[in-house]
């Protein structure tokens, strides 16, 4: 069993762009590792090889469409104490995937998160108030998505991508 989840992988100079966002916000929290940095799709769990076969299949069959974001906001949330980037507005290309994607999940039996969909991006964890810091909008451009494995080894936590998928 794996724990999985599907999700948009930044290009190198969009996450440099969060890192140095990151640094700005020293002090309010734990950053995440700038090699972690992601827009969660859908949160699987674990999940087992015969579903991750299917789901890999399943995936691949998705027509995908490029993806632009632009986080713009900084966004306190108190009960899973983290402070992410946000948009005001976004791409309903992005609301498309995720619903074809659990949708996808369900079919495997798989338990999907029901609240609705809100892109983001997680800079630190642990934090405990709102920030207002100005700051210039990061610009998302996705040009597919993957499936990625998270592990956690000696309190820390990897992610390692599965596979990808480019948009067509
Ligand atoms: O994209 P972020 O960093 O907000 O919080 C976990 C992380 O989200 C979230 O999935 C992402 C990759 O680990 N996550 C972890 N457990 C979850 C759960 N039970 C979850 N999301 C929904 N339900």
Request: aromatic share 8%.
């Amino acid at each position: 069993m794996k724990r999985l989840f599907f999700a948009l992988w930044p290009e190198q100079h969009i996450r440099q762009q969060c890192e140095i966002l990151t640094d700005k916000l020293n002090g309010y929290g734990k950053p995440v590792n700038p090699a972690n940095l992601h827009v969660t799709l859908l949160f699987l769990g674990r999940i087992s090889p015969e579903q991750q076969a299917v789901l890999t299949k399943e995936a691949s069959q998705i027509p995908v469409s490029p993806i632009t974001l632009t986080f713009d906001c900084l966004s306190f949330w108190k009960k899973p104490a983290v402070l992410c980037l946000t948009a005001s507005q976004f791409d309903q290309n992005v609301s498309k995937l995720n619903e074809i994607l659990a949708t996808i999940a369900k079919q495997q039996g798989i338990t999907v998160d029901d609240r609705p969909f809100t892109p983001h991006v997680t800079l630190l964890k642990k934090a405990d108030s709102v920030i207002d810091i100005d700051f210039a909008p990061v610009l998302w451009r996705s040009d597919g998505f993957c499936l990625v494995e998270s592990r956690s080894i000696a309190n820390n936590i990897e992610y390692r991508i599965i596979e990808r998928w480019p948009a067509n």
